[in-house]
């Protein structure tokens, strides 16, 4: 009996070590999901701005929407510089400057009076604090926490797009209309910086460790190749999910940023064309665990490609609308195209990670991530010009569709993709 006692004592502490593992885990997935809301909430809420922006100048609006395109332009160009300074400096300085630039930018464009101080302001600064607190950090946080569990998680965290657009649009909205833009643009300026001083108070040397159970100590699998940054750039996986991310990104934001106007267009209501695509927030949320889950039963390969199928599915249905406008196709569109809404986007991340891992992997996924901010920025920005040309919406469907389908492509022909 007494020689049990110190094996039992050892499975004790093992499991008490377990435990407070997977509870760090899950406030470190908290963290990085409230992080990525508010950045994306904030990004997203000049959508909200930009009507009262513009009436107040007497801006057209393509001036006004180049400020939108540059934030996610900046965004994703930031992002290679992002992976490296986590990798050299760890998450409290990141997300501490972060936080910093969104706060400065805010309180700097409620006191713009032209529009190249938009431009510093929203379009620059919250692209390069967006950056500073969203995919690129989170995903090499989340990646020392739950090592193969990490397109779960990163799943939650890809929900945050639908929650900072259903929290922050509508607060924007309210903050508009009782205090005024500017007021408003105070408002989130001041939270921003007031949440400094938690985020630095917290426990970041231990979030950085990782959990010992992911940890390559403990990791038989684990092998540092000793990628660089030029060696992944030499690799064909490189650009094949760099031209994943892109092509990905062009054809959903170059609807996206339209679908309203397209569904007042095409003869709903405005307030019913703005609430339904405000409801893709919520099934975005239950496509992105979905197609997560799907990984797990059927691989990775087939659920990536069956998220684009239902992507393809929802474009077709959106076209459909402008002929036969009714709520049906209505509800099938939002559900198909807004669930898969960057549905991709945690698995295409984990793929990247398990690829490249070792500790230059996040200047080499910040990398790869260019491709999504310079997609989004080109998606939105050429869907406006296609639609401003042809004074209709097919040619910018037929132009979305056949990005969408390059976007697939890799994993059909990649081999390092398609194991």
């Not at 760090?24 to 904030?42: I, S």
């Not at 529009?115 to 969203?134: H, M």
């Not at 020392?144 to 945050?160: I, K, N």
């Not at 092509?247 to 307030?271: E, N």
Request: aromatic letters at 12%; glycine letters at 10%; proline letters at 5%.
């Amino acid at each position: 009996m007494d020689q049990n006692t110190p094996r039992e004592a050892s499975r004790e502490q093992d499991e008490r070590t377990q435990r407070d593992a997977v509870r760090t885990a899950l406030v470190v997935l908290a963290l990085c999901f409230t992080l990525a809301v508010l950045g994306r909430g904030l990004s997203e809420s000049f959508t909200v701005f930009l009507k009262p922006i513009s009436e107040n100048f007497g801006w057209d609006r393509a001036q006004v929407v180049s400020i939108y395109s540059l934030t996610w332009l900046i965004s994703g160009l930031t992002a290679p510089l992002v992976g490296r300074l986590f990798d050299h400096s760890g998450p409290r300085i990141v997300y501490a400057l972060g936080l910093f630039l969104l706060g400065s930018a805010f309180l700097i464009a409620a006191h713009a009076q032209a529009l190249w101080q938009f431009q510093l302001s929203i379009g620059l600064c919250v692209g390069i604090g967006v950056a500073f607190i969203g995919i690129v950090p989170n995903s090499i946080l989340l990646g020392r926490w739950f090592g193969p569990r990490l397109p779960t998680a990163m799943a939650v965290v890809y929900s945050a797009m639908g929650g900072g657009v259903l929290a922050l649009l509508p607060t924007s909205q309210l903050l508009i209309d009782h205090l005024g833009w500017r007021e408003a643009y105070q408002v989130y300026g001041f939270a921003a910086l007031g949440l400094l001083v938690p985020l630095l108070l917290l426990p970041w040397r231990m979030f950085a460790v990782g959990s010992p159970h992911v940890s390559k100590k403990t990791d038989p699998d684990f092998i540092d190749n000793g990628w660089t940054l030029v060696s992944a750039m030499r690799h064909h996986a490189f650009w094949a999910l760099f031209s994943t991310f892109f092509f990905t990104a062009v054809g959903m934001y170059s609807i996206a940023a339209q679908i309203v106007a397209y569904l007042i267009d095409a003869g709903f209501p405005p307030l019913q064309a703005a609430t339904a695509w405000g409801f893709s927030g919520v099934v975005l949320v239950f496509g992105m665990l979905g197609v997560s889950a799907l990984d797990g039963l059927i691989g990775r390969r087939p659920s990536v490609l069956l998220s684009y199928a239902i992507s393809i599915i929802g474009i077709v249905l959106l076209w459909l609308l402008q002929y036969y406008p009714n709520i049906i196709l209505l509800t099938g569109f939002v559900v198909c195209f807004g669930s898969m809404m960057g549905s991709r986007g945690p698995l295409i991340t984990a793929t990247a990670m398990k690829i490249f891992r070792g500790k230059r992997v996040g200047t080499i996924f910040g990398t790869i991530s260019i491709g999504s901010g310079l997609g989004s920025a080109f998606g939105s920005w050429s869907g406006g010009l296609i639609h401003d040309f042809t004074h209709g919406y097919n040619l910018l469907l037929v132009f979305a569709l056949a990005s969408v389908i390059l976007g697939m492509i890799p994993f059909l022909i990649v081999p390092a993709l398609r194991e």
